[in-house]
Every structure is written in C-alpha cells, then in structure tokens.
C-alpha cells in the first residue's frame, strides 16, 4: 500500500506529524552516548529496544571509527536482526548480522600528508586512527575524548607517516579551540570541495571526504533494502549529520546540537543529557506506527 506523509507546517503552532517509520539512523556522541556521564541511559536503551521489537532497524552513523563503535553495538545487540554502522563518517558501512561490509573508502597517502601540511600549517595536533589505536604528533585534552570515551589508545609518534601501517578512515586536526575553527573556515573556503572539515566539539577539527558522508551511506542502506525516503528518520546533533537529514522523511536534533544542525532538522527534542533521542522515538516513530 502506498505511504503518504504530509510535511511538516510551520504554524503558529506546530502539530508534529506522525511517520511509518521502518529504519532510524542515529548519530552516537552527544545524541545517543552521553560523554559527561560517560554512558548511554536507561531511557536511551530501552528506546532502541522497543525499535527493534516493533521491527524498525537501527544504523548508527558516526565519525568514530568501526573498532570504537563495537562496544556499543553488542550493548545495543544490534548485531541480531538486520542492522547497521557507518563509522568514520560513511567511509566504511556494515551490515551488523552478516558482517559483511558495504563501503570502504579510505584515505591515501597523499591525502594523508596533506593534512599533515594542514595541521602544521595551523600549529594544531595531527592525528591518524588504526583502529584499536591512534597515532598522534602530540597528546592533547581534545584527544584525550577518544581515550576516555571511545576506548581508543593514543600513540604519541616521531615521523607519524612513516608509523602509518593500516588503512586511515579517520584523521584529525586538535588543539585550541580558535585555531582549529579558523583552520575550518580557511580549509573548506579553499579547498574547492575535496574534503568536508567538521567541529563535533570545540578544538577537534575531523576530515572527511565531501563525497563520503553520512547521508550517502544512508541512500546505499535504502537502495538495498529497497526503501523510500518517507521511511527513513534520523537523528543527530552536529552539521556532519546534516546529509542524514536531507535523505530522512524525518529528522531530529538534539537541543544540544550546532545551530545549523538544528535549522536543518524537521524537529528539534530535549538534549542529550535529557534523552532527546529517546524522546524522539517515542513520541515521533513508535507513536506514528500505533496511530495506523
């Protein structure tokens, strides 16, 4: 039977409009995963189960890399059932149950040097992840996130290209807050659209191929599993997860998120510290496929 889903009015006030949602994608820091409590709550947990319950598949779309994503895909169980992760930005996809990898787009080493250049250029931290561990020119409180919140080892290296011995997903520029969104504003009004340069948080500048993004890797999981747009909702709190939203029927940010973020999405819910996603599946998703 065909769907149909009226758009969202911007009224004096606004009825939220109720959607068949069959796929959420989410991002996971500062969305799903509280940093400052350093876990994903009761009410965030229970959320995703009942998403699974009523049949919705879940991918987590994130900037970490695939081995920092693990621990919350077996806490999710995310691997029974058919779902998926996009780590480091969509460069690599996955389908959970089946492991089998959809996308895998990583950067060579000349991209590798050139950031290199950049991040001297800016006086600012280059950093490289292989995975289980990240090689770095410095350690600073920026990465210290990765090893206090994604489980990611820091590798304090000499000569950092030499050192590189595994395919890179993730690179890094860190450090004080004003360079790193200087080295932003400057990189992307020169680069001419090669790379995609974000802030998830002040002073930790990620890079990403322009073409590689989040919301790609979301059209791919669609066409496989031959879904529309109105059937897709996504979540998220930074201008990365902005080409989630473009592909979504409906998409949420949360209070937290950049001010862009928050333009771009259908809807904007309570932080992550107050389950903003959770909130968003309750009264957004599995309240729309009890109302049919």
């Not at 994608?25 to 994903?40: C, E, F, G, R, S």
């Not at 990620?206 to 879904?227: C, P, R, S, T, Y």
Request: negative net charge; charged residues 25%; glycine residues 6%.
């Amino acid at each position: 039977m065909p769907l149909f889903y009226p758009h969202i009015c911007f009224c004096a006030i606004i009825k939220p409009v109720m959607y068949m949602i069959r796929l959420l994608a989410t991002d996971i820091d500062h969305t799903l995963y509280d940093a400052n409590k350093k876990q994903i709550s009761k009410r965030n947990l229970e959320a995703i189960a009942k998403l699974q319950q009523a049949g919705v598949m879940v991918v987590l779309a994130s900037s970490r890399v695939f081995y920092g994503m693990q621990a919350i895909i077996e806490q999710l169980q995310l691997k029974q059932g058919r779902n998926f992760c996009i780590a480091n930005n969509g460069a690599e996809i996955y389908q959970l149950d089946t492991m089998e990898k959809i996308a895998d787009v990583p950067f060579s080493k000349e991209d590798l040097s050139r950031f290199y250049e950049f991040a001297k250029q800016y006086g600012l931290t280059y950093s490289i992840c292989q995975d289980e561990y990240t090689l770095c020119t410095a350690i600073n409180e920026r990465l210290a996130y990765d090893y206090n919140n994604v489980g990611i080892d820091l590798c304090w290296v000499h000569d950092i290209l030499n050192k590189v011995k595994k395919p890179a997903y993730h690179c890094s520029l860190t450090g004080d807050k004003d360079l790193a969104a200087r080295a932003q504003k400057e990189l992307s009004a020169q680069d001419q659209g090669r790379y995609f340069f974000n802030l998830p948080m002040p002073g930790y500048l990620d890079i990403a191929f322009a073409n590689v993004n989040k919301g790609i890797g979301i059209q791919e999981i669609a066409k496989q599993l031959g879904l529309s747009k109105e059937e897709i909702a996504s979540i998220g709190d930074g201008d990365n997860d902005v080409p989630m939203f473009e592909v979504s029927g409906l998409s949420a940010c949360v209070a937290n998120g950049s001010e862009y973020a928050k333009q771009e999405a259908s809807i904007v819910v309570s932080n992550c510290s107050e389950d903003g996603f959770a909130e968003f599946v309750e009264e957004y998703i599995l309240k729309g496929r009890e109302n049919r």
